[in-house]
Every structure is written in C-alpha cells, then in structure tokens.
C-alpha cells in the first residue's frame, strides 16, 4: 500500500501542469487512501481533485463524501450539489416530456 502511494505521489509531481491528469491522480491517490486511512487524511485529495476539476461529478461526490464525514457539512452540500448539478446537465434533452423514465 506504502508503494503505491508513492507512486501517485511521484505521478502528482510530474503532473501538476496538466490540470486533468492531476485531477486524476489527486482522486486516485484519495482512493487509495480510503482502504487505509481515516476520512481527514484522504479530504485534502478529494478537495483538490474537484477544485482542479469542479465539473466532474465524481470529483465532486468524492470531496462531499469526505467532507461530510469530517462534518464539513457546508462543504459536503456544496460538493454534493455541484455534482447533482453535473448529473442534471448531462442529461439527454428531449424535445416533448413524456413523464415516463426511460429504461
């Protein structure tokens, strides 16, 4: 486990400049932290994952987890709703409502 937090460590220092790919890595290394440690270690990843990448609803939902369970609850519902948000938009419109869901 140490191992592989060393690697993302290296890969978040070789990735810094590009904003997607550090996103990633940030949320990866959070996860890897989750089978391991305490929610407060893990949140600083989570939030910087969604900050770098406030757009991505995982992100997102990752950050409001962690925040949450630190009692962060301002945090937690302004990542939870930002990645609702996300779901809404990447919705398919569709031209009549038919009040149904789709399968």
Known sequence: MEEARKIYDRLIASDEGNVDRAAHDYFARA????????????LPDYEKAYRYRP???????????????????AEAERGWTAALQQYVVSLPATSEPTGQ???
């Open 55 to 73: 757009n991505n609803p995982i992100y997102a939902d990752g950050y409001a987890r962690a925040a949450y369970h630190e009692r962060h609850y």
């Open 101 to 103: 869901l789709s399968p």
């Open 31 to 42: 996860t890897l932290l989750s089978l391991q440690f305490p929610w407060w270690k893990r």
